[in-house]
């Protein structure tokens, strides 16, 4: 019997007549109460995986696409040519190249400073055959022809070379697939382990309800009937987990999108920046919570029906 | 009404608990079902209102064999049924007023079509001041009453009553039986799986007598 449900009289009214207003399977249940953690529960994680998924989908784009719009040009200093005429002139190039934006020449200061890491501080670069580095960026949307502009450097400044990073955008490239494959991975997983965990707590729930099923079915009730109320109020109950698991993994995102943009400027903000660049899961990821909320709820309403299927055919 | 030829039962692969039953009920009948523990009258008793089918034999209800009815079908005949549990089987977060009223709510009436009746039903066998209490709260006659009545409250052809006086004082047994002579006048036929002999002795009507699984009639 549902020993869970709250043993009260319900009042009579002075002259009021009987009313049928229960429904047919019982709200408030300490079994529905429990589902609907579960699934909040569950939602909450797999809303956090989605969203951890869409995130490290758009930064390893991010960083894609903000490698790709820079090319270096890098002089050498060769025998008794002027090093600095060199740098001029191969930025002279460039800047003229269509599809170039803007090209930032590196000073000795700068490219001291870059090598600074592994050669210390103090360093004098004139005694040092240093290259020097001038970082071309592209024109957003433009696709300039890199071959051309790097035989027209051959051609007039012989010691320059152009480097457009193709062999670090593929590892890029492949590291960003990996992490979203993985990503995907793990949220099938956290999927699975939802669709699982929701199916058996709603079969434990319908279990406490195994007298309505019982009765309903002796009384002259139709499957279609019993089934149909019983997935009502388990898609309901679905819906009120999911919305409460999704809509907190959602807020969370928005308060963690929030205090990104808050500490913006900040050391640590600017590293979170570079990492993750908006931290904001888009609209993308709030549909794919949405549908992940649906799914869930659809899950827990199909399995009180398989569940309730189940438990008639016993009695037949 | 009900046609039993040849029947036989069994769990799995135990025993045959029911043995070449054959007997029939008929239209506007009274009958008591007894015998001693173990001896099957729970098992017919679900065979009779479709919660079990035969290993063996036929079954007819209301001229239909039930061996051909579908799902929905069988959904249909129950309806012609009504059912006593002994543990009551009421509904626990439904008032005495809407388990009574449930048989008629599934087969989708409105409910202005049947408050009246309802009410006037539960007020017949004594709970016109208990309708609004869950049944929690009711005592053991109580639950007995509110279930008889939601047996009867569909008005079915055959009733069907497993030990109805098990959780009650000898004088409300008394009442139960009156009430049930009732609805047999008014039409309803009627099988009580009883031990009770003083209560059989109270009324005379044919005896199915179950013993080791075989049935024996006494008209």
Do not use: C
């Not at chain 2, 009746?117 to 004594?126: F, I, P």
């Amino acid at each position: 019997m549902n020993d869970d449900v709250d043993a009260v009289t319900v009042a009579p009214q002075p002259g009021a007549l009987p009313q049928f207003v229960s429904p047919i399977v019982p709200k408030g249940t300490i079994a529905g109460r429990a589902l609907v953690a579960i699934v909040a529960i569950m939602t909450f994680l797999a809303s956090l995986t989605t969203g951890a998924v869409v995130l490290v989908r758009s930064a390893a784009s991010d960083w894609q696409s903000e490698v790709a719009r820079e090319v270096t040009i890098q002089v050498r200093p060769v025998g008794n040519r002027n090093l600095e005429a060199d740098v001029t002139r191969a930025a002279d190039i460039a800047r003229r190249f269509p599809g170039v934006a803007d090209v930032r020449v590196y000073s000795k200061e700068e490219s001291s400073h870059l090598l600074e890491p592994w050669l210390g501080t103090g360093l004098v670069l004139e005694e040092l055959p240093v290259p020097r580095l001038a970082v071309v960026r592209i024109t957003s949307g433009a696709t300039p022809e890199f071959q051309q502009l790097g035989r027209l450097l051959a051609e007039q400044v012989p010691s320059a070379s152009l480097d457009d990073h193709r062999g670090f955008v593929e590892h890029m490239r492949s590291m960003g697939r990996a992490a979203f494959l993985g990503g995907l991975a793990v949220l099938a997983l956290v999927l699975v382990a939802t669709v699982l965990s929701v199916t058996f707590a709603t079969r434990g729930a319908i279990a406490t309800n195994r007298t309505v099923v019982e009765v309903l079915h002796l009384i002259g009730a139709k499957n279609t009937f019993i089934a149909q109320h019983f997935q009502r109020r388990f898609l309901g109950l679905g819906l009120q987990g999911g919305l409460i698991g999704g809509g907190s993994a959602l807020v969370l995102f928005g308060l963690v999108e929030f205090a990104s943009r808050h500490f913006l400027g900040s050391a640590a903000g600017d590293q979170f920046g570079a990492l993750f660049g908006s931290f904001s899961i888009g609209i993308f990821g709030y549909v794919a919570v949405a549908l992940q909320i649906a799914l869930i709820a659809g899950v827990t309403a199909l399995a009180s029906r398989r569940t309730v299927n189940r438990t008639l055919e016993t009695f037949e | 009404m009900v046609r039993f030829e040849n029947v036989g039962l069994r769990y799995g692969l135990g025993p045959e608990v029911l043995r070449d039953l054959s007997f029939r009920i008929e239209p506007h009948s009274f009958q008591f079902l007894t015998g001693p523990s173990g001896a099957g009258k729970t098992s017919l008793m679900r065979l009779l209102f479709l919660a079990l089918r035969p290993t063996r034999g036929l079954i007819t209800l209301f001229g239909h064999d039930i061996a051909t009815l579908n799902k929905d079908a069988m959904a249909t005949l129950r309806r012609r049924i009504g059912v006593v549990f002994q543990d009551f089987r009421l509904i626990d977060h439904m008032t005495t007023y809407e388990n009574v009223a449930l048989p008629l709510r599934v087969v989708g009436q409105e409910e202005g079509s049947f408050r009246d009746e309802v009410v006037e039903l539960l007020q017949w066998v004594g709970l016109g001041e208990r309708m609004w209490a869950l049944p929690p709260v009711l005592s053991g006659g109580e639950k007995q009453r509110a279930a008889i009545a939601r047996a009867v409250i569909a008005r079915p052809q055959l009733l069907l009553a497993d030990e109805p006086t098990g959780n009650v004082d000898p004088s409300l047994a008394q009442r139960l039986l009156r009430l049930f002579v009732e609805l047999n006048k008014s039409g309803t036929s009627i099988v009580i799986a009883t031990h009770d002999i003083a209560l059989m002795d109270q009324y005379d009507a044919r005896r199915l007598v179950l013993h080791e699984g075989r049935i024996h009639v006494y008209e």
